[in-house]
């Protein structure tokens, strides 16, 4: 087998066992990424990452991740390496200091091999908002990826990296995840410190996992979850991420959506989630449909509430203190109007805009406020339904992966990706993508949700079902 | 673009058709009380490291343009 196609827990076993080095491993990954073919990658260092691998295989002791690569979304801070965000405000910049997830995992033994594309900001749903071109799908190089983390999965799709961090504040790690055939996490909001991450909506944003399997996932939220004193809004987590060893579903209650398995969603994907759920029954469960009222709701409430925290979150972005900065500016006003119009893309203007308006008198109450009452609504369907049910399921994306260019010209049918994804981001619960089947050859993606800080019971369904499910598809040229 | 603005304001406005007097605004989905920490004084980012990504540096500061 080659060395891009173990797990990151085959290659953790394999290093523990003498088989392969760290510095092996790392080269066989830079290798991938270094011919870029899917544009997943926004830096690379490839320098950094090896002398990493060699001194970890020079300890007596291996750290408990052993020197496996990780690709990370460049939202993420990382010292001295550059960090863009996907923006031309950020061309070039190499942030101070590195984000405390990421700093965990190196410390755990992961090595960071890159960053990967975004849409710019994380406000998209495709990665063709990155001001550096967009990644594509390795499944199919004319279709998108997802996003906003779409070079984090592509990279994990097409083998660069075992495992990737992402982040999710509406659905930016589960819906690439399904779109490019692999798992991708997003757990309880505050579950992992944002400190170093680049916010685009604090009440929502979230960093998570992309892996091959579910378990690998598992591994790398375990050394990522907990408080951390830079990060107000990280919670002290209750029980330690367990490794996912459950292979039935006796008496586990899964809830299928109705209002996401119905109208607006492909019958190519609706029908592979369909069977996938039929495993529910297989392995001992039970299905239950279940309702939330409001869900349909989720996206406008959501098209308030992230707009307007942007516009807040990307005041920040002055060229003062770092980043591009327009020449020649008469005054500091003509300044903050040439940077901001140069630096930022239309999308992220669209954004800013809207959320100044929805933030503004007169207008507060009526668009942010009564946002803000909706999602109490939204939080409450979802507590209902968990009085019923331990899980609760649906499609990840209404479709599958869509050819560039598609949804580009119209901002409000982009934002329909993330139909599925938004009601769940409301509610601040933990949710999983994993890989169902196929539609018209393309991946599809089953969501699980569970109660706030259900991880472990989320994992352990979601590893059943992927056993269960078994899919074993890779995108052409991939081997097997 | 202000088409755009505009489409996707009408779409939005669909929250207005519920009403909602009684229900208590969500600012924050997981309940959490304020966080306070101990104010004890630490090492801070060296002044050259802060002005490192700076694109124009003044007298040890960020040079900012005139104000008016």
């Not at chain 1, 006003?333 to 203007?349: C, M, N």
Request: charged share 20%; proline share 7%.
């Amino acid at each position: 087998m080659a060395l891009t196609d173990l797990t990151a827990e085959q290659a953790i076993a394999a290093i523990g066992a003498g088989q392969i080095s760290a510095t092996d491993l790392v080269t066989a990954h830079l290798a991938r990424a270094e011919r870029d073919d899917w544009h997943s990658f926004l830096a690379i260092d490839s320098e950094g990452a090896l002398a990493r691998a060699r001194e970890i295989d020079a300890m007596p002791e291996r750290p408990p991740l052993a020197g496996v690569p990780i690709a990370i979304k460049d939202a993420l801070s990382t010292r001295d390496l550059p960090t863009t965000a996907g923006s031309k405000i950020l061309e070039g910049f190499r942030p101070i200091y590195t984000a405390t997830c990421v700093a965990r995992l190196e410390q755990a033994g992961a090595v960071v091999i890159g960053k990967t594309n975004m849409d710019e900001f994380a406000m998209g749903s495709s990665c063709e908002n990155s001001a550096f071109g967009p990644s594509l799908n390795p499944w199919d190089a004319t279709r998108v990826p997802g996003g906003s983390s779409g070079g984090s999965a592509s990279a994990v799709a097409a083998r660069q990296v075992p495992w990737s961090l992402g982040s999710d504040t509406g659905g930016s790690i589960r819906q690439p995840a399904a779109l490019c055939g692999i798992v991708g996490l997003k757990p309880t909001y505050g579950a992992v410190s944002r400190y170093g991450l680049i916010a685009f909506a604090s009440s929502l944003d979230q960093v998570g996992p992309f892996a091959r399997t579910v378990r690998d996932a598992a591994l790398l939220l375990q050394r990522m979850v907990g408080r951390d004193p830079m990060d107000a809004t990280s919670l002290d987590w209750p029980e330690p991420i367990a490794l996912p060893n459950a292979e039935r579903l006796d008496g586990v209650r899964v809830g299928v959506i109705e209002e996401l398995m119905g109208e607006g969603i492909e019958p190519g994907v609706r029908a592979a989630c369909q069977a996938a759920l039929e495993h529910v029954r297989a392995l001992g469960g039970t299905l239950v449909p279940i309702e939330l009222p409001h869900a349909h709701y989720g996206l406008a409430t959501y098209y308030l509430i992230a707009p307007a925290e942007c516009s807040a979150n990307l005041a920040r972005f002055d060229g003062i203190r770092y980043g591009h900065r327009s020449a020649d500016a008469e005054n500091l006003l003509e300044h903050y109007e040439r940077t901001r119009g140069e630096g930022f893309g239309a999308e992220v203007k669209r954004r800013i805009m809207l959320g100044t308006f929805a933030l503004s008198a007169g207008y507060y109450d009526a668009y942010y406020g009564q946002a803000q009452r909706v999602r109490t609504l939204i939080i409450e369907d979802f507590a209902e339904a968990f009085r019923q049910v331990d899980v609760v399921a649906s499609p990840t994306s209404p479709s599958v992966a869509f050819p560039l260019g598609e949804r580009t010209d119209d901002p409000l049918s982009m934002y329909l990706s993330d139909v599925c994804t938004i009601p769940v981001s409301l509610a601040g619960l933990p949710s999983i993508s994993i890989p169902c089947g196929l539609s018209d050859g393309l991946p599809v993606g089953l969501q699980l949700a569970a109660p706030a800080f259900g991880e472990n019971r989320l994992l352990s369904v979601a590893h059943a079902l992927e056993a269960a499910i078994g899919f074993r598809d890779r995108p052409a040229g991939f081997g097997e | 673009m202000q088409d755009e603005l505009s489409a996707i304001l009408e779409y939005v406005d669909q929250v207005q058709e519920l009403d909602l007097g009684a229900v208590v605004p969500t600012t924050h989905a997981i309940p959490l009380e304020n966080v306070f920490r101990d104010d004890v004084p630490k090492p801070s980012v060296p002044a050259e490291l802060a002005l490192r990504e700076a694109p124009e540096v003044l007298a040890g500061g960020f040079a900012v343009p005139r104000m008016g």
